[in-house]
């Protein structure tokens, strides 16, 4: 064991420039991270800098180094697809050759919809792609008086109900969702995640969505690195919503987030645990608040904050931690539509104790990662990927 401690922090949606087959997926020429530097006038990201991430990829603000304190690489995505779910996945050693269905664009076929009525007692309005707040202001009013449940989706693979904690009931709404993860389970309805998204308030513009979240998600179709460390003995600690994207599989302690800075906060506490293990990281705000809704002004000022907090999360690493940095698609804010985009990402590693640095072999899986964590602590190796631990002097 080389490391004790491997932190793996997920910088959600940070894509690093468009995978080789981007044009299938309609993403040719996106550039998450290059773009919004472009964009707001250059972006400063000094502990981001130092690692490294400059050498790595053309982001105005973001110098290259001549002696970076990290080492780096970009990851091409194996798996078919450019969701959260086949990204992560992905990272722990799985390929998966089939997308996840999404209804971006056609909301959620009839008979689905009449059956999730008929099965919960409740009718259901919206039925469409939105954003969750825009939503509430649409139709909090309406649910309020009816007790019809609202239904919506996103770019992701996802059904979601939003219903008032006081009005419908949160354990109602959670027996409802419950529900509906049972109904799509069939093929031609199967989404990664049935997520109940409780709110409060009075009326519109005063909705808010509430701590409730509870997400029903479709287990690994099979075993991961966190269940070969969970299996034998290690820690595997999770922030963000790392729990549900794996629905607790190979999971030994789950820390909820209420944003990305909170989840920052919670991985530096997290250095002042004494652990023997993995600890993941999701930080979602990039994703759900700026890249979904196009917005690379505050797409930058969360990528800026999230290097300060980095800059003390840095300071607080022992010399037998490791560090991985990376993201889990793409989802340029610059780019036509609000999906997620088809990109390379950023595979970055640094210790205290690290000797050396500079630029790694590309990697053609994500799972790379994962073969490295997995080699660390001397579990079974994934099927796919390969280490990078014997490049870290």
Same mark, same amino acid.
């Given at each position: 064991?080389?490391?004790?401690?491997?932190?793996?922090?997920?910088?959600?949606?940070?894509?690093?420039?468009?995978?080789?087959? /981007?044009?299938?997926?309609?993403?040719?020429?996106?550039?998450?991270?290059?773009?919004?530097?472009?964009?707001?006038?250059?972006?400063?990201?000094? /502990?981001?800098?130092?690692?490294?991430?400059?050498?790595?990829?053309?982001?105005?603000?973001?110098?290259?180094?001549?002696?970076?304190?990290? !080492? !780096?690489?970009?990851?091409?995505?194996?798996?078919? #697809?450019?969701?959260?779910?086949?990204?992560?996945?992905?990272?722990?050693?799985?390929?998966?050759?089939?997308?996840?269905?999404?209804?971006?664009?056609?909301?959620?076929?009839?008979?689905?919809?009449?059956?999730?009525?008929?099965?919960?007692?409740?009718?259901?309005? #919206?039925?469409?792609?939105?954003? #969750?707040?825009?939503?509430?202001?649409?139709?909090?009013?309406?649910?309020?008086?009816? *007790?019809?449940?609202?239904?919506?989706?996103?770019?992701?693979?996802?059904?979601?109900?939003?219903?008032?904690?006081?009005?419908?009931?949160?354990?109602?709404?959670?027996?409802?969702?419950?529900?509906?993860?049972?109904?799509?389970?069939?093929?031609?309805? *199967?989404?990664?995640?049935?997520?109940?998204?409780?709110?409060?308030?009075?009326?519109? #513009?005063?909705?808010?969505?509430?701590?409730?979240?509870?997400?029903?998600?479709?287990?690994?179709?099979?075993?991961?690195?966190?269940?070969?460390?969970?299996?034998?003995?290690?820690?595997?600690?999770?922030?963000?919503?790392?729990?549900?994207?794996?629905?607790?599989?190979?999971?030994?302690?789950?820390?909820?987030?209420?944003? =990305?800075?909170?989840?920052?906060?919670?991985?530096?506490?997290?250095?002042?645990?004494?652990?023997?293990?993995?600890?993941?990281?999701?930080?979602?705000?990039?994703?759900?608040?700026?890249?979904?809704?196009?917005?690379?002004?505050? !797409?930058?000022?969360?990528?800026?904050?999230?290097?300060?907090?980095?800059?003390?999360?840095?300071?607080?690493?022992?010399?037998?931690?490791?560090?991985?940095?990376? /993201?889990?698609?793409?989802?340029?804010?610059?780019?036509?539509?609000?999906?997620?985009?088809?990109?390379?990402?950023?595979?970055?590693?640094?210790?205290? =104790?690290?000797?050396?640095?500079?630029?790694?072999?590309?990697? %053609?899986?994500? /799972? %790379?990662?994962?073969?490295?964590?997995?080699?660390?602590?001397?579990?079974?190796?994934?099927?796919?990927?390969?280490?990078?631990?014997?490049?870290?002097?």
């Amino acid at each position: 064991m080389k490391y004790k401690r491997i932190f793996t922090i997920v910088m959600d949606s940070v894509g690093c420039g468009e995978m080789p087959d /981007a044009e299938h997926y309609g993403d040719r020429g996106a550039d998450t991270i290059g773009h919004i530097a472009k964009t707001v006038g250059g972006l400063t990201m000094p /502990a981001m800098e130092k690692l490294g991430y400059g050498n790595l990829h053309s982001i105005l603000g973001v110098e290259p180094q001549r002696d970076p304190q990290g !080492y !780096y690489t970009k990851m091409l995505e194996a798996s078919v #697809g450019k969701d959260t779910m086949t990204g992560h996945w992905e990272m722990m050693g799985l390929y998966i050759d089939k997308p996840f269905q999404t209804f971006t664009d056609t909301g959620f076929p009839l008979e689905l919809i009449d059956e999730l009525e008929k099965r919960t007692g409740y009718k259901i309005v #919206g039925n469409k792609s939105a954003s #969750g707040t825009e939503i509430l202001d649409e139709l909090g009013e309406h649910h309020m008086k009816t *007790k019809d449940m609202i239904v919506y989706t996103s770019a992701d693979s996802v059904l979601q109900i939003a219903a008032h904690e006081e009005v419908f009931g949160l354990e109602e709404l959670y027996r409802c969702c419950e529900i509906a993860r049972e109904l799509t389970m069939k093929d031609e309805w *199967k989404v990664g995640r049935v997520i109940a998204r409780p709110f409060i308030g009075e009326g519109k #513009g005063h909705f808010t969505r509430t701590s409730n979240r509870h997400d029903l998600a479709l287990k690994p179709f099979g075993r991961t690195v966190l269940n070969e460390l969970k299996d034998k003995g290690y820690d595997v600690i999770s922030i963000g919503k790392i729990k549900d994207i794996f629905d607790g599989e190979g999971i030994t302690e789950a820390y909820k987030s209420t944003s =990305s800075h909170h989840g920052m906060e919670q991985t530096i506490e997290l250095t002042q645990k004494d652990f023997t293990g993995l600890c993941f990281v999701n930080l979602v705000d990039f994703d759900a608040k700026w890249g979904h809704r196009r917005n690379p002004q505050g !797409y930058a000022q969360e990528l800026e904050d999230y290097d300060q907090l980095l800059t003390t999360f840095l300071g607080q690493l022992r010399e037998e931690d490791l560090v991985i940095i990376t /993201a889990d698609h793409g989802n340029d804010p610059c780019h036509t539509g609000t999906d997620h985009t088809r990109e390379m990402v950023p595979l970055i590693l640094y210790s205290p =104790s690290h000797q050396g640095s500079g630029l790694l072999p590309l990697a %053609n899986t994500f /799972a %790379n990662l994962g073969a490295t964590v997995a080699e660390n602590f001397e579990v079974s190796m994934p099927e796919y990927g390969e280490s990078y631990l014997s490049y870290l002097k």
